[in-house]
T-cell receptor, first 112, second 112 residues
Framework: GESVGLHLPTLSVQEGDNSIINCAYSNSASDYFIWYKQESGKGPQFIIDIRSNMDKRQGQRVTVLLNKTVKHLSLQIAATQPGDSAVYFCAEISFHGQNFVFGPGTRLSVLP | EPEVTQTPSHQVTQMGQEVILRCVPISNHLYFYWYRQILGQKVEFLVSFYNNEISEKSEIFDDQFSVERPDGSNFTLKIRSTKLEDSAMYFC??????????FGAGTRLSVL
């Protein structure tokens, strides 16, 4: 069936370094993808999204890359800060947002 | 900034009891969702709701579950007879016109 998964369950980076979190998806018909951040005890928080007709989208300190050829999505965080420590989920969404599938999540730990 | 609010933050109940989890979606959103997250696991889709009816539901959303929008602001999830395995975080979300879902902080349900 359709699934969204993550290559790395945990990622530790030094404060100030760049982080790259990866996600693989299987439904090539998905319309767009979202990265969410979930801090302990809180609900998922929207970070950035990308439409299926795009390859790259940049936010303030984040960049999402979409490689449809290999069905791969990545989230790059520049100059990682302690406040970036959280679990990051990718999610794929089909037409009308009715099929919304989360990946299992990657825990990002920022080391001082 | 508008946000999705959920109450209570923690609900403790005995097995077999009925619980109602409450959500107030963002006011101009039209699509509403319930998800659950068992401790340490990924977020799972339960049900989506639009125009006062269920538009999609997962296999988790069996006859013990129901949703309702009793008035113009609340969106509720009812579990008729709770089981131990219903213990989880339950997240409500509402969706904007761009398809992005915004999540509440969740209700932790503990079934004893």
């Amino acid at each position: 069936g359709e699934s969204v998964g993550l290559h790395l369950p945990t990622l530790s980076v030094q404060e100030g370094d760049n982080s790259i979190i990866n996600c693989a998806y299987s439904n090539s018909a998905s319309d767009y993808f979202i990265w969410y951040k979930q801090e302990s005890g809180k609900g998922p928080q929207f970070i950035i999204d990308i439409r299926s007709n795009m390859d790259k989208r940049q936010g303030q300190r984040v960049t999402v890359l979409l490689n449809k050829t290999v069905k791969h999505l990545s989230l790059q965080i520049a100059a990682t800060q302690p406040g970036d420590s959280a679990v990051y989920f990718c999610a794929e969404i089909s037409f009308h947002g009715q099929n919304f599938v989360f990946g299992p999540g990657t825990r990002l730990s920022v080391l001082p | 900034e508008p946000e999705v609010t959920q109450t209570p933050s923690h609900q403790v109940t005995q097995m077999g009891q009925e619980v109602i989890l409450r959500c107030v979606p963002i006011s101009n959103h039209l699509y509403f969702y319930w998800y659950r997250q068992i401790l340490g696991q990924k977020v799972e889709f339960l049900v989506s709701f639009y125009n006062n009816e269920i538009s999609e539901k997962s296999e988790i959303f069996d006859d013990q579950f129901s949703v309702e929008r009793p008035d113009g602001s609340n969106f509720t999830l009812k579990i008729r007879s709770t089981k131990l395995e219903d213990s989880a975080m339950y997240f409500c979300a509402s969706r904007d016109q761009n398809g992005i879902q915004y999540f509440g902080a969740g209700t932790r349900l503990s079934v004893l």
